[in-house]
C-alpha cells in the first residue's frame, strides 16, 4: 500500500533520554511527547498512566502504584504534579463495592480513598480505565484519524478491516467505572491484542515498556491516517465546494463588523470573547456542500462535544452575493432561534435530578466564505474550542469519506454536558475576576502608564490590545505582558492617533482578535515646552493633533463598537493635572489637554443613554518609567524651574500636598477604578493623582 508518509506522525522516543529518567519522569516524558501533536489529541484531551513500583510512606514496603493524569490536565504540559497517584490494591477493592451502571457516579467519590502518598492532584473519571487494563503502561488519546473511524455508523466492521485483531473495538459507553470494567474484560479475552478503538470516543493502547506503549500508539495512528489516506484519495471532501472564499483581507474585513454584533447578543449576562479562524480546514468545511447536514449532527469524542456545545450555529450566507449589512440585521433572529432550539434540546433531555438549563447561546459559528468565529468565558477558552471543533471537522472528513458520518446521540450528549460530575466541577471553578470577558485597548500602551494599566486590567481578568506608534516599544511590551498573563491575553497594534485609518484599522484589529471592546484607555500623549513666542504653529499642531483630536479618533471609534454589542462600554481619558492648572511655558500642551478634559464630558453626555460611561484620569509629574520624560520635555522643564534634571523628581514631590511621588501604578489604579463596575454610577467625572495640588482642584 502506498500513502503520503509527510502526513504520518513521527516517532520522536529518545533512548538515551528516557533511559537518564525515572519511572514517574518517562511518564511525564510519553505524555509530553504524545501531546506535542495535536493530531494525536486535542487540547486537554486523553490521559496516560504508569503502574510503578514505590515505597510506601508508612510500612515501607513496596507497593504497586497507578499513576495517571489528573482531572483537568493537558498531555502536552503536564508535569509530575500534574498526576494522580492511587494505591492499585485499593483501586481493585474498588470492585466489591460496585453496585453496577446506574450507580457508577458514586464510584467517584471513593477514588480519594485510594490515595497514595497523600497527593492533592485529584483523580479524573477516566481512572478505572487506566487502572483495570492488566497492563503497566496504558495511553488513551483522541487522535482525529482514530476518531473518525469510530464516529462511523459501520465503525466496528471498520476497525477490523485496518486492524485485524491487533486493535479491538468497543461500543459507545460513557468514561466510568462500568468501562473501565468492559476494558478489563477485553484484555483478558483478547491478550495479544495492543489496543482498542471505543466507538465515537478514542483510542486506548498499551504495553509493557513505556517506550512499546508509545510506540503502539503512534504505529496505531499512523496505521489509520494511512488507511484514510488511500481510501479517500481523489474524492472530495464534505461532498465538494459549494461555494468559495473570499480573500484574507476581505474575511477579516468581515469578521471585523459581524464579531461584535455577535458578541453583544451573546453577552447580555456575561461578556464573551470572541476568536476567529480561517484556517484551510475551517474554509473547505464551511465552503462544502455539506456543511449543513454535518453540522447539525455534531460532533462525537465528549471532549469535542463539551467543549463545542451540541452543535454550531450557521450563518447563512452567499460569498458569490455578499450582502453582509443583511447578515447583521438577521443576526438577533438567528441567536434567539438557536437559543430557543437549545432550550428545547434541554427539556427533551432533561433528568429528574438534571442541573438547571446553562448559557444557551452557540460557541461555534460557521459562515461560507469568511471562517469561524468562537465565543466562550475567556479567550484562552474561544481559541481551544476552535481547536476542537477543527479536530471535529477533520473527523467529519474521515467518516463521511469512507462510511457516513454519526454524532452523539442527543441523549448521550446532554448526559456528558449536564453530567452531575460534570456541575460539580463547574461550581468548583473559582470566581471570575472583575474584569473577566472584558477588552481593554490602551492608547500609548508602550509607555509607563499605558504598561501599568494593561497590567493592572490584565490582572483583573481582561483581555488587551496594547496600541503605540513606536513598534519596538510595542513589541517589549508585548513580550513582557504575555509572559506575565499569557499569550491569549494580549494583543499589539501600531496606532499612530492622528491618522485616521490607523484608527480604523486598529480597532478591527481589536474586534477580530478578541470580538469587540468593552474598555477604552485613551493615553497617547506628548509633552511640549516653549514659551507662547517661541510655539511654532507646528508644535501647536501637533499638541491638538494628538492630545485632542487623536483623543475624538479613538473615542469615535470605540463608540461605533461598543453601540453595535449594545452592552455598554466604558472610556477612560489620560489628562492631565495640566488641564486644569496654569503651567509656566506650556501653552499648548496645557490648552490640548483642556480640550481633552472637556471632549471627556461631552462624551459622558452623549454616551450615558448607552451606558457608555467616560471618565478622566489626571495625572502629575509621573516621571518613573514615562516615554514622555526621557526626552527634551524632561530638560525644558527643569529649564523651565531653573534647576537640574536630577532635581525634578523631588521637586515634584516636595511641591505636592502630600510629599509623595506619584507613580505610573497609581494612575494605573486610578484606571481600573473607572474600568470597574466600581465605579458603576459614574461617569463625566475627574480622578486626580497628583499627590495634591490645589490649583487642580476641580470646580
Keep these: 500500500m502506498s500513502h503520503d508518509t509527510s502526513k504520518l506522525l513521527k516517532n520522536l522516543w529518545d533512548d538515551a533520554k528516557a533511559a537518564a529518567m525515572s519511572e514517574p519522569e518517562r511518564l511525564v516524558y510519553r505524555s509530553n511527547l504524545l501531546g506535542s501533536d495535536k493530531r494525536v489529541t486535542n487540547y486537554g484531551g486523553g490521559n496516560t498512566s504508569s503502574k510503578v513500583t514505590l515505597k510506601d510512606p508508612l510500612t515501607g514496603e513496596d507497593v504497586e502504584v497507578l499513576w495517571v493524569k489528573g482531572s483537568g490536565g493537558d498531555v502536552g504540559t503536564i508535569k509530575l504534579d500534574g498526576f494522580a497517584t492511587l494505591y492499585m490494591d485499593k483501586l481493585r477493592a474498588l470492585k466489591g463495592l460496585y453496585r453496577g451502571p446506574d450507580h457508577e457516579d458514586e ?51 471498520l476497525t477490523q478491516e485496518i486492524f485485524g485483531d491487533e486493535i479491538g473495538w468497543l461500543p459507545w459507553r460513557r468514561p466510568g467505572f462500568e468501562l473501565g470494567l468492559w476494558l478489563e474484560k477485553f484484555c483478558v479475552e483478547n491478550p495479544d491484542a495492543r489496543g482498542v478503538v471505543l466507538e465515537s470516543h478514542g483510542l486506548f493502547t498499551w504495553g509493557d515498556t513505556p517506550k512499546e506503549c508509545y510506540t503502539t500508539t503512534i504505529e496505531t495512528i499512523n496505521k489509520a491516517i494511512a488507511w484514510l489516506d488511500e481510501r479517500t484519495a481523489g474524492k472530495p471532501s464534505f461532498g465538494g465546494a459549494a461555494t468559495s472564499s473570499f480573500n484574507a483581507e476581505k474575511r477579516r474585513e468581515v469578521a471585523a463588523k459581524l464579531m461584535p454584533h455577535i458578541r453583544g447578543f451573546v453577552s447580555a449576562e456575561r461578556h464573551k470573547v470572541g476568536h476567529f479562524d480561517d484556517s484551510d480546514a475551517v474554509l473547505e468545511f464551511v465552503n462544502s456542500k455539506d456543511l449543513r447536514p454535518l453540522a447539525a449532527l455534531g460532533t462525537s469524542c465528549p471532549d469535542h462535544f463539551l467543549r463545542t456545545k451540541i452543535r454550531p450555529l450557521v450563518i447563512e450566507f452567499d460569498p458569490a452575493h455578499p450582502d453582509v449589512d443583511a447578515v447583521v440585521a438577521q443576526l438577533e433572529a438567528d441567536i434567539a432561534a438557536y437559543r430557543e432550539d437549545y432550550a428545547a434540546y434541554y427539556e427533551r433531555c432533561k433528568r429528574d435530578n438534571s442541573p438547571a438549563i446553562r448559557d444557551p447561546n452557540a460557541v461555534v459559528y460557521l459562515m461560507p466564505g469568511v471562517g469561524m468565529f468562537t465565543f466562550a468565558n475567556d479567550k484562552a477558552t ?155 504653529l507646528d508644535l501647536w499642531n501637533k499638541n491638538m493633533d494628538i492630545l485632542s483630536t487623536g483623543y475624538f479618533l479613538v473615542s469615535r471609534e470605540a463608540f461605533k463598537l461598543f453601540k453595535a454589542q449594545k452592552v455598554g462600554g466604558n472610556v477612560i481619558f489620560v489628562a492631565s493635572k495640566n488641564g486644569l492648572a496654569a503651567s509656566p511655558n506650556a501653552s499648548a500642551y496645557c490648552t490640548a489637554k483642556a480640550a481633552e478634559i472637556h471632549l471627556a464630558r461631552c462624551l459622558a453626555l452623549e454616551g450615558a443613554t448607552d451606558q457608555i460611561r467616560v471618565n478622566t484620569v489626571n495625572p502629575d509629574a509621573v516621571l518613573r518609567g514615562s516615554k514622555i520624560w526621557t526626552g527634551e520635555w524632561k530638560q525644558q522643564r527643569a529649564d523651565a524651574y531653573k534647576m537640574s534634571t536630577d532635581d525634578l523628581e523631588e521637586h515634584y514631590r516636595q511641591r505636592s500636598m502630600l510629599k509623595r511621588s506619584v507613580f505610573p501604578e497609581d494612575i494605573a489604579e486610578a484606571i481600573y477604578f473607572f474600568a470597574s463596575e466600581r465605579s458603576a454610577k459614574s461617569t463625566g467625572n475627574i480622578l486626580n493623582v497628583d499627590a495634591g495640588n490645589a490649583q487642580a482642584f476641580t470646580r
Design 107 to 157: 464510584m467517584v467519590g471513593y477514588l480519594p480513598h485510594a490515595t497514595f502518598n497523600l497527593n492533592p492532584r485529584a483523580a479524573s473519571i477516566d481512572t478505572p480505565l487506566h487502572a483495570y487494563v492488566p497492563r503497566q503502561f496504558v495511553d488513551h488519546m483522541h487522535p482525529d484519524a482514530l476518531i473518525a473511524i469510530a464516529a462511523a455508523v459501520d465503525s466496528k466492521a
Design 382 to 536: 474561544a481559541r481551544v474550542s476552535a481547536e476542537f471543533y477543527i479536530n471535529a471537522i477533520n473527523v467529519m472528513r474521515g467518516a463521511s469519506g469512507v462510511s457516513t458520518y454519526q454524532g452523539l446521540p442527543e441523549q448521550e450528549a446532554f448526559d456528558i454536558e449536564y453530567w452531575l460530575l460534570e456541575e460539580a466541577k463547574l461550581q468548583r471553578m473559582p470566581k471570575p475576576k472583575s474584569l473577566a470577558g472584558r477588552v481593554s485597548l490602551v492608547t500609548g500602551g508602550a509607555g509607563g502608564i499605558g504598561r501599568a494599566t494593561a497590567a493592572r486590567v490584565l490582572a483583573e481578568g481582561s483581555c488587551v490590545v496594547l496600541a503605540d506608534i513606536d513598534e519596538t516599544a510595542l513589541g517589549s511590551a508585548q513580550e513582557e505582558l504575555s509572559a506575565r498573563f499569557g499569550a491569549d491575553m494580549v494583543r499589539s497594534v501600531r496606532i499612530d492617533v492622528t491618522d485616521e485609518a490607523q484608527v480604523l484599522s486598529g480597532f478591527a484589529s481589536a474586534a477580530v482578535e478578541f470580538g469587540g471592546l468593552d474598555i477604552l484607555v485613551s493615553n497617547a500623549g506628548l509633552a511640549s515646552s516653549a514659551p507662547i513666542e517661541e510655539t511654532s
